[in-house]
């Protein structure tokens, strides 16, 4: 296996940068729309996160198009969600969906989103189609997901063995796969195949509580949104904004924790904050 080159540990200070402030001439076009296919039946709970989350980090427009039923959760949570078919600027596609458990409309609507070419977050129930992706594509998955994405191309690794040594891996796999890894744990690995490494380890161990996965891919959609124009320039932009997302997660996380159990909701919500702190060069963060 290759060793790793060093790694950098990603600051506010390089994550101000991504952040996409509007101007006069914007509108909510022009900022950026984040498509999402994500939710199921089963975990229709993971789209109204990823939504909460990208509303919450600065897009101009979530156009929700999963399955109705996750549908009418995210509207009556979120009224300012476009449900309509129309252009988007990104993907995030797979939070709360099951790849095993996938119908046929849903496998058919992931198939039409990857063949546009546009910047994509692939995340749980989507990473198997990874080899589908016709454009630039940034992977959010756990250790177990990892070694399941990796045992897809003929590299067997345990979950485990991906705890011991997450580095490596996200290199492995980023090398392997030629798309973008942001490997999450309670230090979050950021590696691409252009030989980008950073390490985010502003996260807080209550992150461990369901939902907080499908909110971190919601930042990263948003992001990704908002910057899809020069990723489809330089690919390399995915690195940045994939350890941006992160740490306004882990940061997002502290604030809303101060030391105590909070909810995946409720670390949505906080998102906000520290965007706006971002982007006015708060020095305390
Ligand atoms: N509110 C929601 O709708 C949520 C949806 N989620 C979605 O749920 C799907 C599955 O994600 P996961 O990462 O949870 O699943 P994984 O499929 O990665 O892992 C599940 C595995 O964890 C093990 N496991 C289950 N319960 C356990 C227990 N009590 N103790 C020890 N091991 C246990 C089992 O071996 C199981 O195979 C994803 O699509 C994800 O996006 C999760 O994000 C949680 C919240
Ligand atoms: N012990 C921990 N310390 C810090 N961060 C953690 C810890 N455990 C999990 N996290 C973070 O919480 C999030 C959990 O995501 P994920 O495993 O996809 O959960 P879910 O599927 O329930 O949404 C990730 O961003 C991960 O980096």
Redesign the pocket.
Known sequence: MMIPAEWGDWAPAQARDWIAVPGAHDDKYSRGVLGLLTGSAD????AV?GVEAALHSGVGMVRYLGPQRAADFVLARRPETVTAIGRVQAWLL?????AAARDAPTSASLASALAEGLPTVI???ALDLIGAATGPVVITP?A??LAGVLGRVGITVSAEQIAEAPGEWAVRAAESLAVTVLLKGSVTHVASPLGVRLTVARATPWLAT??T??VLGGVLGALVATHSDRIRADAGALASLAATASLIHGLAAHRVSAGGPFTALDLAGTVSQVVRDLATGNPEL
């Open positions: 975990y229709p709970g993971a996160l797979g939070s709360g969906m099951d995340d749980a129930g756990h177990r997901e369901a939902g996965g499908d």
